[in-house]
């Protein structure tokens, strides 16, 4: 059995950990933004205004705080109620 409230836990510490390291490289290397999304997103994204503002980094954070949370509940529920 996993214990799914720390499980919780540490993925919502994590996630917001990498999210803020993301943001603040793309805050000080903005071409690294087109870079991922060429190349990593098979896409182009146009760079004539900048989107990073304290408006942005909260939502993006609770976003993907959300979204963690949401995927790492499923797989707890799944994998605790899967039998060996």
């Known amino acids: 059995m996993i214990d799914t409230s720390r499980l919780l836990k540490v993925s919502i510490v994590w996630i917001s950990i990498v ?4 943001f603040l490289g793309v805050a000080i290397f903005p071409l690294s933004r087109a870079w991922f999304m060429l190349y990593a997103l098979h896409t182009t994204v146009s760079l004539e205004q900048s ?13 993907w705080n959300v979204v963690a949370f949401l995927g790492v509940g499923l797989f707890s529920s799944i994998y605790n109620k899967i039998k060996q």
């Open 19 to 22: 999210y803020i390291i993301c």
């Open 51 to 63: 989107v990073i503002t304290v408006g942005t980094f909260l939502s993006g954070l609770v976003i």
